[in-house]
């Protein structure tokens, strides 16, 4: 397989036909720098090209011995602009940044990565301060979503991360999501993103939004892809879990909030997953869970743990004249934080505990699906220069996603259609806290269902 033909394949054939042919990471390595070298959407804030030629290279000697450190060694990888590389600056993709000291160290997830043999391309841009569930930057640029000839929002706030998969610039990326910012790019951009469980990959050495509830995980073109990578993210790189078998899940519908008011493809595709999973012998079942309307009414009511945790990290920064420098629209959104009260973060954090322990159990053992956002990727014009429209939009983005990560619920965002303008549709499958590996299982057996693509 050509270099060109080899850098359109998932992780999981790269990584196999690295192995099976005794290298090959430095052609597609540079095959992939061609293409970001080319490329006009600012999608990289920094390309490590020393770097990865040398990773590309040790990578290559290794499998050549047949001593492959892991089944995505010499797999080339990006990594949002908020985890420290050494010798680069982590910008958090804000001018407040721009000019900011090189990290001397790589993050803990970094050294993981590197660990199993993944080949650092760059950092990828992102919406600042990774507050923005659309994706918009006015300091770096906006990443065009690919999916269109016209702007539309990429989705945040990893935008650049599930961009740079869509538009084959490299075959996975590494998001944080901490309301849904891995899920709505993957959703957009018609990519596979895994929100992890607190505390499964390390977040040490990365810039903080929300130390409550910041996760990291990976987008890419499949399940097996995101699966990988995050074995070898989290420190224990290895093959993949074995798919689950299908006439053994049960997949749990919730009624109310989340699947109210959808876009007519969003909810067509929707169901037309469900029905395709019950054809193969998934149990459906349609009930209604209470915490997650609550969650929802909270919000709305009160704010939320994530706006608390935001104006506390950036408190210092909120009160001096550097604030000005921030993109008016992520400023609004810290300063929610600013006027919440104790009791507000107490309330949230007692219903927090409360609604996992409830969604345990009415899981209890099964797996939650919704459709990952409401609508597809709005035009950049719907809402650039609108901050009323943006307001509205970006709610609307997380809207789902949101809850899920209020309640700690790790989340696997499949592409499943597209609407009457070719912008994809997403199913989100969720489980309950802790739950990754099981998940990933079943995201393995059901995704080809969820695509629709089990018959074809």
């Known amino acids: 397989m050509t270099p060109a033909a080899l850098a359109d ?31 006009d959407s600012p999608v990289f804030i920094t390309v490590t090209k020393a770097r990865a030629l040398a990773e590309a290279s040790a990578a290559d000697v290794r499998l050549a011995a047949g001593r492959a450190l892991s089944p995505v060694d010499g ?21 407040l940044y ?17 660990r199993a043999g993944m080949v650092t391309l760059g950092k990828l841009n992102l919406a600042e301060f990774a507050y923005s569930a659309l994706g918009q930057n006015p300091h770096f640029g906006t990443p065009f979503n690919p999916n269109s ?3 539309h929002a990429p989705g945040g706030s990893s935008s650049a991360s599930g961009v740079a998969v869509a ?93 109210s008011d959808l876009d007519p493809a969003v909810a067509a595709n929707f169901e037309s997953s469900l029905e395709s999973l019950a054809a193969l012998g998934v149990r459906i079942r349609r009930t209604s869970l209470p915490a997650l309307d609550r969650a929802a009414e909270m919000f709305g009511d009160i704010g939320s743990i994530v706006a608390a945790d935001a104006f506390f990290e950036h408190r210092v920064v909120m009160d001096s004249p550097a604030a000005d420098q921030i993109d008016q629209r992520v400023r609004a959104r810290i300063e929610i934080g600013r006027g919440m009260s104790a009791q507000d973060l107490v309330a949230l954090q007692r219903q927090r505990a409360q609604g996992q322990a409830e969604i345990r159990e009415a899981l209890d053992g099964a797996f939650l699906a919704m459709p990952t ?4 990727a709005p035009a950049l014009a719907d809402f650039e220069g609108d901050d009323e429209a943006f307001k509205r939009l970006n709610l609307r983005a997380n809207r789902n996603t949101s809850i899920g990560s209020f309640y700690d619920l790790p989340g696997l965002a499949i592409p499943n259609g597209r609407d009457e303008s070719g912008m994809p ?5 969720s489980a309950s806290s802790g739950g990754d ?20």
């Open 373 to 376: 956002t409401p609508s597809t």
């Open 75 to 95: 797999v080339p990888f990006a990594w949002k602009d908020l985890v420290d590389l050494a010798g680069e600056r982590t910008t958090a993709a804000s001018a």
């Open 167 to 259: 538009a084959g610039l490299a075959p996975a990326t590494l998001g944080s999501d901490t309301a849904g910012s891995v899920r709505i790019p993957a959703s957009y951009c018609g990519v596979v993103g895994f929100k992890t469980s607190e505390g499964q990959v390390p977040i040490t050495d990365c810039f903080a939004l929300s130390r409550t509830q910041d996760t990291l995980g990976p987008l890419g073109h499949s399940v097996e892809d995101c699966a990988l990578v995050y074995n070898a993210l989290r420190g224990a790189p290895g093959v993949a879990p074995a798919a689950a078998e299908l006439d053994q899940l049960t997949i749990i519908v919730a009624d109310g909030f989340v699947m």
């Open 98 to 114: 721009r000019q900011a000291a090189p990290a001397q160290a790589d993050a803990a997830v970094v050294s993981n990565a590197t």
């Open 9 to 39: 394949q998932p992780v999981a054939e790269i990584g196999r036909t690295l192995a099976a042919q005794g290298g090959g990471s430095v052609a597609l390595t540079e095959t992939y720098l061609e293409r970001i070298a080319v490329q």
């Open 149 to 151: 000839k016209t702007p």
């Open 425 to 429: 549709t997403s199913f989100l499958i």
């Open 437 to 456: 590996i099981a998940l990933l299982s079943a995201g393995r057996a059901a995704e080809a269902a969820i695509r629709n693509e089990q018959n074809t």
